[in-house]
């Protein structure tokens, strides 16, 4: 039997998802797919024992959330804020849709790793508060702080247009 039997599969079916997971962490599609790459190359090396009794994609999720803020710690990356552009190429404004998005993007870049991922989790992938500590490896209580956190600084960093 080939050690490696289903993880092809698994990446085919979850490459998508994980990338999406990836790119709200690191807020760049280069450092996420490096990150994504990295995680997937962990997944593989424990693959006989998660196809057997594991869930291969909880152990990915959380190892995208853990290489993430190690990444951050070590390297003291620093993850690209989205510019806010006065014109689009054809020389009209941006919708209102796009200014947001480029605001919030911008504002999640100055969030600490932690309460980043907490944001990401909780709120982009819709994860309960015991979902989110199981995939983090912390406690429900720092969960909890980390969002509130994180929530305070989005409100007292994102201009107040955005919320219109």
């Known amino acids: 039997m080939d050690r490696y039997e289903g993880f092809h599969e698994f990446v085919r079916a979850r ?3 994980l990338m ?3 790119y709200l962490l690191t807020g760049n599609a280069h450092l996420a797919e490096d990150l994504l790459q990295t995680v997937l190359t962990r997944v593989a090396s424990h693959w006989a024992k998660l196809a057997k009794g594991g869930n291969p994609e ?3 999720r959380r190892a995208l959330v853990n290489q993430s803020i190690s990444w951050r710690r070590r390297r003291h990356v620093e993850l690209p804020g989205a510019e806010l552009p006065e014109l689009a190429e054809s020389g009209q404004p941006h919708d209102e849709a796009t200014v947001r ?3 919030l993007l911008q504002t999640l870049a100055q969030l600490t790793p932690k309460q980043r991922a907490v ?3 909780r709120f982009y992938e819709d ?3 015991h979902e989110t500590a199981r995939l983090m490896g912390v406690s429900l ?3 909890k702080s980390q969002t509130n956190y994180a929530l305070s600084k989005l409100r007292a960093l994102t201009p107040q247009e955005v919320y219109r």
């Open 15 to 17: 490459q998508q998802s």
């Open 20 to 22: 999406r997971t990836a």
């Open 58 to 60: 909880a152990y990915a």
């Open 101 to 103: 998005r480029l605001a």
């Open 119 to 121: 944001i990401v989790l």
């Open 127 to 129: 994860r309960s508060e």
């Open 141 to 143: 209580g720092t969960v």
